[in-house]
């Protein structure tokens, strides 16, 4: 992919974000525990059919020509935000598809896994966003756990907190359309956000 496609897709995401109003200014407690003075909620994504489409796009775009289709055989979402798109990715794909649970069944058969998964099955990891990378690092021992094969991961925004080092430490690349640090200063120039949100989003950040 071209330099110029690139931007252009990131530009895109970043025109969402701001559309649907995913991009939100406060004080947020992250999963990790961490406060946040801002919060991208992509799990608004899906309420709106034309934003949740190209959102799709992205994601097959980046399957294809990032990951290439021959390097996983399933797709799994990572619960709760990365199941809708991760759903839809492998049905465009035709691709099977996998969801983790947060909590083991108490009832029935006790999967963590629901879905078909064999031995030596290559998984493609699907999530929103990266923050500090628990709940792929989580995904990733589940599926290891059962034999899977994981070394590559999807999201659409890195949030620059550490995941992205986290995961390559246990082996996983993540690939990631947009770096926090580039949507501030996109939507900066945009006229989308003021000098002191963009400078509270590179604060936050750690890499």
Known sequence: MDEETLKK???DLCMILTRIDALKFGSFKLTSGRLSPYYVDLRLVPSH???FEKI???YVMMAKEIVALDAFDRVAGIPTAGIPFSSVLSFQL???FLYLRKTEKEHGTGKRIEGLLLPGDRVLLVDDLVTTGQS???STDKLRAEGAVVEE??????REEGGIRSLAKKGVTVHALLKISEAAQILFDMGRIDERERNAILKQKKT
């Open 94 to 96: 035709q691709k099977p």
């Open 9 to 11: 897709l990131k530009s």
């Open 49 to 51: 059919p034309k934003a």
């Open 136 to 138: 792929l690092l989580d």
């Open 153 to 158: 991961a999807l999201v659409l925004i890195d």
């Open 56 to 58: 799709v796009d992205l």
